[in-house]
């Protein structure tokens, strides 16, 4: 069964001369993982980010679980975000390389606010779901911390957490351990480990490469917007 099926996408930036994805496509199977490698300036930020619905695509579809849930449509180059719904919207999740948490909400408030508020579940069993969530990760005595007073490595993973209470069909993670000191890496690196052994789908950019090759099932490599390399072997692939 596919999770993700990405058919032709295209993408263009307002005001750019050529499309910064051009004529992407691809197939995530349920319970995959797939590791986006390119240089800077490639655009696996920006793949990450079509698929999130955070920016309109201008060709092709991307579908989820068989349903399309994005088609392209020239002409939205400077339309912000894409057209999805929200019940949509939290089909698939990301988690970005700043840690983009609610200063002004708690651990648990973060966590909750999006599945209370948009996906109106029950606030009780919500809480009860996050706090299984934080313990999985580690972070079960943090519940009641601001976001300011936890390490970077803390603020991933629950912004991790906040992610996985929406139940996403598919996760995307872009350069999540980026930013963090060393110390703090193999903490996210362990959490995102353990997600792949749960079966949770998922499309990770990562210049971790050790991490890429213990984790992916599937690797594609993007130069200039394109798909230049796919690889089902990521031993093969980050050995050579
Ligand atoms: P990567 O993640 O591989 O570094 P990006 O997706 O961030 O690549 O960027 C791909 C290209 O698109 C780059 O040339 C970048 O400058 C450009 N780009 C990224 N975001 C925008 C934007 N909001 N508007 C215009 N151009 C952008
Ligand atoms: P890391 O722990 O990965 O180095 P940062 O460099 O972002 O994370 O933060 C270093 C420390 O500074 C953290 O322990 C955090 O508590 C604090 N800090 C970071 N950003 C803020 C902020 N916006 N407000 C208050 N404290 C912050």
Request: hydrophobic share 40%; charged share 25%.
């Amino acid at each position: 069964q596919t999770s993700l099926e990405i058919r032709h996408l295209v993408k263009r930036y307002a005001n750019a001369d050529k499309p910064v994805l051009d004529d992407i496509s691809f197939d995530v199977p349920h319970g995959k993982v797939f590791v986006i490698v390119g240089p800077s300036g490639s655009g696996k930020s920006t793949l990450l980010r079509t698929i999130a619905g955070l920016e309109p695509i201008q060709g092709g579809t991307i579908a989820l679980n068989g349903e399309i849930i994005e088609t392209g449509k020239p002409g939205t180059e400077s339309a912000g975000r894409s057209k999805r719904g929200s019940e949509l919207r939290t089909r698939v999740g990301m988690v970005f390389q700043s840690y983009d948490l609610f200063p002004n909400k708690t651990v648990l408030g973060n966590i909750t606010l999006a599945p209370t508020l948009v996906q109106k579940r029950d606030k009780a069993e919500v809480e009860k779901e996050a706090i299984a969530l934080l313990e999985r990760v580690g972070l079960a005595d943090r519940k009641d911390a601001w976001p300011h007073e936890l390490s970077g490595g803390q603020r991933q993973r629950v912004a991790i957490c906040r992610a996985l209470i929406l139940h996403p069909e598919v996760l995307l993670f872009d350069e999540v351990t980026a930013a963090l000191d060393p110390e703090m890496v193999r903490e996210v690196l362990d959490v995102m480990l353990e997600l792949a052994d749960s079966g949770q789908t998922m499309l990770i950019v990562t210049h971790e490469m050790q991490f890429a090759r213990a984790i992916a099932d599937q690797v594609i490599m993007l130069e200039d917007g394109g798909i230049v390399e796919q690889s089902d072997d990521a031993e093969a692939f980050f050995t050579n």
